[in-house]
Every structure is written in C-alpha cells, then in structure tokens.
Nanobody, 122 residues
Framework: QVQLVESGGGLVQAGDSVRLSCGAP????????MAWFRQAPGKEREFVAA????????LYADSVRGRFTISRDNAENTIYLQMSSLKPEDTAVYYC???????????????WGLGTQVTVSS
C-alpha cells in the first residue's frame, strides 16, 4: 500500500505564500499521476492541481491558476504545491493523491494522504 505524507500547512495571512510537500515511497504504474485536492468545512473535496512523474503536463483548477504551482522532485519522490497570493477562501485541508492517470476527478486517484490544514486569515 502506497503511503503519502503531506507537510507544510499552517496558519498564514492573506497574501502570504506557503509550500506544501507530499512524499511518496516511489512511483509505479498505479501512481503515474499525483494531485492536490482540498476540502473546506461543509464543502466537497475539490481538485487543485495535478502532475505526472514524467513530462511537462500540469492541470490546475481555475480558482488557483496563476497563484499555485505544482512541481515534482523525481529523485526525492516528492511533489510540491507552491501557493502564493493566498486568500481566506483557500482555507482548507489539502490532500495529496496518487493515481494511474492525471485527472480532475478524485475518483481516478486511489491513494490519499491524511491531509494538512492550511488556514488563511484576512
């Protein structure tokens, strides 16, 4: 069972930046794609960004495009989510996920981390 471990969340001010990290034990056919999702209280889990371990393709939600950047370190089996110009509406638990294909849908990701809280104060 692949284990994903997120880190880097916390309490920040609006306009600040923060970087989240997600460590994976390695990448296989079942973990070709990695993604970040988030879930705010009382809301459904929503897609944030996705990346493959190979290639240059990235996917972003419209709400974060231009402010968030997803990247990877293949040698370290780690993906990152650099979040800038944070807004209070970005407050959520951020989850790392792994799956065989890159997709906006959470159903395509089979392995999830426990999440890390990001709180943006105004």
């Amino acid at each position: 069972q692949v284990q994903l471990v997120e880190s880097g969340g916390g309490l920040v001010q609006a306009g600040d930046s923060v970087r989240l990290s997600c460590g994976a034990p390695g990448h296989t056919d079942s973990t070709n794609a990695m993604a970040w999702f988030r879930q705010a209280p009382g809301k459904e889990r929503e897609f944030v960004a996705a990346i493959r371990w190979k290639g240059t393709a990235r996917l972003y939600a419209d709400s974060v495009r231009g402010r968030f950047t997803i990247s990877r370190d293949n040698a370290e089996n780690t993906i990152y989510l650099q979040m800038s110009s944070l807004k209070p509406e970005d407050t959520a638990v951020y989850y790392c996920a792994a799956g065989p294909i890159m997709s906006y849908s959470p159903t395509n990701y089979r392995t999830w981390g426990l999440g890390t809280q990001v709180t943006v104060s105004s």
